[in-house]
């Protein structure tokens, strides 16, 4: 979850003067706690002013800028990405970084201060990382394509303001597509060529965007029909020529830079996204323990399945070992995914899923759900598909929480062969689909937001929604689906006990993957080896979290590394609590306090347990 504004987010020139001065010196805790609320405020909105793409998902529409008083409306800005916009907006965080430190040192806030205190520093270093050794705003295209994707995306589906008003904000940002595109080219020096194979991909899926949706979206309208037809055909100029120099020439430039982190940069990084004390070392080895307590329990589910499903085989008595427990769990893996939706009706298997998960939920006390009935369930922005191949959660804006929480399923292109389609298809089966619904939606990702878009104050709501921990949040919806199975989810179906330890298994093993990869020199095909015959993936699943691990380091991780984290906390608050411990008690609590490291939520709930 953490918002990576690096390279992907222009800088608005703004003043920061007023916010220099000298560090407060024995400020008492109220007045500390006040003037925190003042600048983290600020921070914030200056901070999304700098990318308006990003302000529009957060919900931010509006910005004074201090220098001239005058009202930006963000929505219909797109951001400058040009050499000096970065450099400034560096300079920027650099002096933010100051200034929480002089104005409001940690020592002097509150426990709940002192929380968003951290997440807004580990925010700032995460920035300077990025800006001073990773740089991905000079090495991946998919930076750039991604943030222009969803710029002209937000608006379609925020209803911030009549449709009208939204659509012109829209054509503004495509007016301003050939300058932001030429920016972009003017930054990128070199790249790895995965990051141009996406970023070409993905902006198919931009040239789409203008082409088909918006261009539909403004044909029964005379004024904003001329608009389109004056600004669009430069922009789909802009687009289809950044494609064709991502392959005619970035692709072809020499570097010695790849997709690999290295082991020095990656636990830096790794270090910032998990914000506790785990290295990536320790996550590895725990992770590769886990992985073997998975398969034999597996091994002990699938038994019995086989004998019914293959009474013939003598569960292959003739293995043994790794051999004997691949073929007997892959076996009845295989016969389990032979129960699977249609390529077309992906959508309404969600949907229906989603009906009995939350009757569930409320039969079992799991978890309080808030009253905003405000979940859609939408395909995939294509512009998103390269990082969403399968599914993914687009939450309310949490400045305006009333607005749609989204759902993506990604369909199955119609281009895709039929073997691939099936592929596919087997992997994400009935039994998987709705653990899928429960990560991503009920009660997982959807639920966790929604408790998230009630914090108070404000400040304190944007801070954890904007730099929240991510292992927070992908645990949270791994642990959840474990507690849910535990409570006898599809009615204690050991299809779906199986299907789901191999779900298990893959979360497990994202970590193995990711550490071994970006730190160890893992190959492409060890990697789709390890996923295929330890963790039961079929080939169109393993190619596509390839591809992802080279996408998004240190994200994989969040996974294993959140959820071990989670039963940690529950562990001692259950224990803290006695015979008064109730699952949606703690749920609600812990949910409450909105994305959190580990350490900083289990200190806040156990002081006011």
Not at 430 to 444: D, F, M, R, T, Y
């Amino acid at each position: 979850m953490k918002i990576s504004l690096l390279c992907t987010h222009a800088l608005l020139s703004l003043s920061f003067a007023a916010y220099a001065a000298g560090p407060s010196q024995g400020v008492p805790a109220s007045d500390a706690g006040a003037k925190f609320a003042q600048l983290s405020e600020q921070f914030i909105h200056e901070t999304l002013a700098l990318s308006p793409s990003l302000a529009s998902q957060a919900g931010y529409h509006k910005h004074v800028d201090p220098r001239t008083g005058a009202t930006l409306e963000l929505d219909a800005l797109l951001d400058d990405v040009s050499a000096a916009g970065l450099a400034e907006q560096r300079r920027v965080y650099e002096h933010w970084h100051d200034v929480f430190r002089k104005e409001t040192p940690l020592a002097s806030l509150s426990a709940e201060d002192a929380a968003d205190w951290r997440l807004i520093d580990d925010q700032i270093g995460f920035q300077l990382l990025m800006f001073d050794s990773i740089q991905d705003y000079r090495h991946n295209p998919t930076v750039y394509v991604e943030l222009l994707g969803g710029a002209l995306f937000q608006p379609l589906t925020d209803e911030y303001a009549p449709r009208a008003v939204r659509l012109g904000h829209i054509l503004s940002r495509i007016a301003a597509t050939p300058r932001f595109l030429e920016q972009a080219r003017s930054v990128l020096v070199d790249s790895d060529p995965i990051f141009v194979k996406v970023a070409v991909e993905e902006n198919e899926g931009n040239l789409d965007l203008i082409q088909e949706t918006i261009a539909a979206e403004v044909k029964n309208d005379a004024s904003l029909k001329a608009r389109y037809d004056q600004v669009a055909p430069a922009a789909v100029a802009a687009v289809k020529s950044f494609s064709q120099w991502l392959d005619a020439d970035l692709a072809k430039r020499k570097t010695d830079r790849t997709w690999r982190l290295g082991k020095e940069l990656y636990a830096q990084k790794f270090r910032l996204v998990m914000e506790t004390k785990v290295t990536p070392e320790q996550a590895l080895a725990d992770a590769e323990r886990v992985i073997a307590e998975t398969r034999a329990e597996m091994l002990q589910i699938a038994l019995p399945l086989h004998k019914q499903y293959f009474p013939d085989h003598d569960e292959h008595a003739a293995l043994s070992g790794k051999e004997r427990e691949n073929t007997i769990i892959g076996e009845v893996l295989g016969k389990i995914a032979d129960d699977h939706p249609q390529r077309g009706d992906l959508m309404q298997t969600v949907k229906d899923d989603l009906a009995g998960i939350r009757q569930f939920i409320v039969e079992k006390k799991i978890v309080s759900l808030k009253s905003r009935d405000n979940l859609k369930v939408i395909p995939t922005p294509e512009f998103d598909r390269g990082i969403f191949s399968v599914a993914g959660f687009h939450g309310a804006p949490p400045l305006d929480p009333n607005g749609d929480a989204e759902f993506w399923v990604t369909p199955i292109d119609p281009k895709t062969p039929q073997d691939k389609a099936d592929s596919k298809l087997r992997e994400y089966n009935n039994w998987v689909l709705k653990w899928l619904s429960i990560h991503e939606a009920l009660p997982g990702h959807y639920v966790q937001a929604e408790h998230a878009n009630e914090i108070q104050p404000l400040s304190r709501r944007l801070v954890r929604a904007l730099y929240g921990n991510g292992a927070y949040a992908e645990g949270w919806a791994e642990y959840i689906a474990q507690v849910m199975m535990q409570e006898g989810f599809a009615d204690h179906d050991p299809r779906y006990h199986l299907s789901y330890l191999k779900i298990w298994l893959r979360a497990v093993g994202n970590t193995v993957l990711d550490v071994r990869m970006h730190t160890m020199g893992m190959t492409d095909q060890e990697a789709l080896d390890f996923m295929m015959k330890d963790a039961f993936q079929t080939r169109a699943e393993a190619e596509g979290k390839l591809q992802r691990a080279k996408l998004s380091s240190t994200q994989l991780p969040t996974y294993f590394v959140g959820t071990m984290d989670w039963w940690r906390v529950r562990r001692e608050y259950q224990e803290a609590k006695g015979k008064d411990f109730t699952l949606a008690e703690f749920h609600d609590r812990a949910l409450d306090e909105g994305a959190l490291p580990v350490p900083l939520l289990m200190d806040l709930l156990l002081r006011k347990k």
